[in-house]
């Protein structure tokens, strides 16, 4: 059948959004350039994971007996296990499977669906096509890979997204999803306070007057049955009854708070597969390194130690979060594993990165005017220069869409603090690439600059800003170190 413009002018159904995505990645990873010796670190950890459950002969899901890692990302891991077991596979072809079924999740409709539940304005087929070649273009290469973040973030927004549903098949859905999240990234408990903020907005607003104790039982009930086995398996090797992933080995410091440490060293990591920098692209931080050496043992003994450290440098502190945040967005790298420190097309990858993060504060800022201008409605009003009047006043509610908000920035806003990965604000980096595709109108914000002095300044602003930004990655490129100083 011939493809017709309408076809992109009109929103595309859920199945095609997903099989298309599935195309797009079952047809790319494997021209990717990885190899199987190359899955390492991080991935081959996961992988070798999943066989905790099998370590004692037959299946046991108790069996399972990492501290730092919570069981459901090895779970889902196990039948790419078992693919590779039947068909001799590599764990590297069995990943990418399982990669592209991610990608298929996430992109063709967790970050699709939440953005019309959210604004109420469905993509339509061309500007889902551009969300999903932007999200190619920056993360593709993390789907060959075994990591948590992907099926987390999938997991999230899903559950977020199944919060928006009627029904107790629908709550305990969503309770368990989220649950998942959680176990997989523990940094996703951040995004309570919005998970919270949603069941008493959505249930709580439009169907005030139904709203019935079931529907929260069921959500509970949902969580509980995904972090059951973690409390049971956190009771059995470690003897704490907490149904959250503990993030620490007996006897050591948690995680988190070793991670306060580092962040205050170092300002960036990549993790490394380029044979003359092993293992760690690691980038320091000078000014926090001598405050750190001020501190006892040159690392904190609890998180009030880091808070009153934080209170009493308050401006390095303040400028290291703002770099925090830079870097986390600065994508050199559309992979977690760098095979070239200096890729083809880096540049380029890097210049469109700023100028769509250029776009996407320009969004947000219009959007603020116009909250600002609009403060007495309760009505969720978009960044964008509409066609029809009608159409510019979404029938969202704000409190829903901010409560949304801070379930996806309130773990990115906690990452800072520590060793910056890219991977580490995803979320943030996936709202801007939606934002920026689903409203940006080229011709028509170039029609509405109007004179030629003001598009010139205009230009010129943007220039300034992208120059800006290339600026500070080369500033953070000069701090690189040698892989031996990296911290572990």
Known sequence: MPISLSQFRSPWPAYWRVLATLALYAAYLPLSGYGPSQFRYDAAEYWELSLKFTQHGGFALLAFDEPLRGYLGPLLILPARLLCHFTGWSML?????????????LFGLAVPALWARSTGRAH????????????FLFWRDYFNFTLSDMPALALLLLGLLAL???GWGWASLAGALLAGAVNIRPIYVAALPGIIGLVLLGWAGARRRRLQAGVLAALAAGAALVLLPQLLVNQRYFGQASPLVLAQRPGSAPLYLRQLAWGTAFQRYETSLIPAIPRSLVYADSAGQRMLANVPGGRFGSYGQFLGFAAAHPLSTAARFSRHLFNGLDIRYPTPYP?????????LLRLLNYVLLGLGLSLIFRW???????????VLVLPIEEITPQTTILPTRKSEAMALLVALLLPCLL????????R???????LLLTAVAACWRPVEWWRRLGSPARRLAVLGLLGVWVWGCWQLSEATAGQRRPPREAPE
């Open 368 to 378: 603020g005017k116009r909250e600002k201008s609009s403060s007495n409605s309760n």
């Open 339 to 347: 095979t070239r420190l200096h890729p083809p097309g880096q540049a």
């Open 93 to 105: 072809a069995g990943a990418r499977v399982l990669g592209a079924g991610w990608a298929a999740l």
């Open 164 to 166: 928006g549903r009627r």
């Open 415 to 422: 990452t800072l603090p520590t060793l910056m990965e890219c």
């Open 124 to 135: 339509s087929g061309g500007r889902w096509l551009a969300v999903l070649a932007l999200g």
């Open 424 to 430: 580490f604000l995803l979320p943030l980096h996936l």
